[in-house]
């Protein structure tokens, strides 16, 4: 349970807590049903396991293998913002649910609709753009 809160999971300590009670409460139960000798070598063994499990979770190698070595460095819809602007009209490439990709002035953007859900292959019409982000509304066909 301590190292399912150490590596698993993030947040209160709940498990952490658990497990180091249900630790303590072995080596009570070793000490009260088996006796003082196994109590002391159930003791020196918990104690020697937890070392050692500090010991290597402290080494620099052992949370070099569980971390993620990928540096993310795309962005999303980075565009030059006078190449778009409110007005201009495009098409839906998937569904924007509120938000999906569209090609606009033969550009794909990702774009945000803004009341209503728009299916693929509709009609769209640029509302605002705002720092990065491309705000569309469906045009009715009369």
Same mark, same amino acid.
């Given at each position: 349970?301590?190292?399912?809160?150490?590596?698993?999971?993030?947040?209160?300590?709940?498990?952490?807590?658990?497990?180091?009670?249900?630790?303590?409460?072995?080596?009570?139960?070793? @000490?009260?049903? =088996?006796?003082?000798?196994?109590?002391?070598?159930?003791?020196?063994?918990?104690?020697?396991?937890?070392?050692?499990?500090l010991?290597?979770?402290?080494?620099? &190698?052992?949370?070099?293998?569980?971390?993620?070595?990928? %540096?993310?460095?795309?962005?999303? %819809?980075?565009? #030059?913002q006078?190449?778009?602007?409110?007005? #201009?009209?495009?098409?839906t =490439?998937?569904?924007?649910?509120?938000?999906?990709?569209?090609?606009? &002035? &033969?550009?794909f @953007?990702?774009?945000?609709?803004?009341?209503?859900?728009?299916?693929?292959?509709?009609? =769209?019409?640029?509302?605002?753009?705002?720092? %990065?982000? =491309?705000?569309?509304?469906?045009?009715? &066909?009369?």
């Open positions: 349970m301590v190292l399912l809160e150490i590596l698993v999971i993030p947040g209160m300590g709940v498990a952490g807590v658990l497990g180091f009670l249900l630790m303590a409460v072995a080596v009570f139960l070793s @000490y009260s049903r =088996i006796g003082t000798t196994a109590g002391h070598y159930v003791l020196a063994g918990t104690i020697a396991v937890n070392l050692l499990f010991v290597l979770a402290l080494r620099a &190698n052992t949370w070099n293998r569980l971390m993620l070595k990928k %540096n993310v460095d795309s962005r999303v %819809n980075v565009f #030059d006078s190449g778009i602007k409110p007005g #201009d009209t495009g098409t =490439i998937s569904r924007c649910t509120p938000s999906g990709k569209a090609l606009i &002035n &033969n550009e @953007y990702e774009v945000h609709a803004r009341s209503e859900f728009i299916d693929e292959d509709q009609p =769209i019409e640029v509302i605002k753009v705002e720092f %990065n982000k =491309i705000f569309v509304k469906h045009i009715k &066909n009369n």
